[in-house]
């Protein structure tokens, strides 16, 4: 599957990669974090990133997991809608 298409980053096809395609994808989602505040950046990097669960990266971050969640899900909102050629 594509991980991009001329818009926008595809956090679906991820799942669905590859293994040649791992390091674009790696590539394009790194530049997107940077362009994420930094709290939302490292919520992401803990709670998805890391291989930790959410309640173990809430207990690290200081938050509720379904604080967590909140910012996980805005974070990605917030990436999906970054064009990637900017990224």
Avoid: Y
């Amino acid at each position: 599957p594509m991980l991009c298409t001329k818009k926008a980053f595809d956090f679906d096809a991820l799942a669905h990669r590859e293994p040649g395609e791992a390091s674009d994808a790696a590539t394009v989602l790194s530049r997107l974090l940077r362009r994420l505040p930094v709290r939302e950046r490292h919520v992401v990097k803990a709670a998805r990133l890391s291989g930790m669960t959410q309640l173990a990266a809430a207990s690290v971050l200081g938050v509720s997991q379904s604080r967590v969640s909140q910012l996980v899900s805005k974070a990605i909102r917030r990436m999906r809608e970054m064009p990637v050629s900017a990224a």
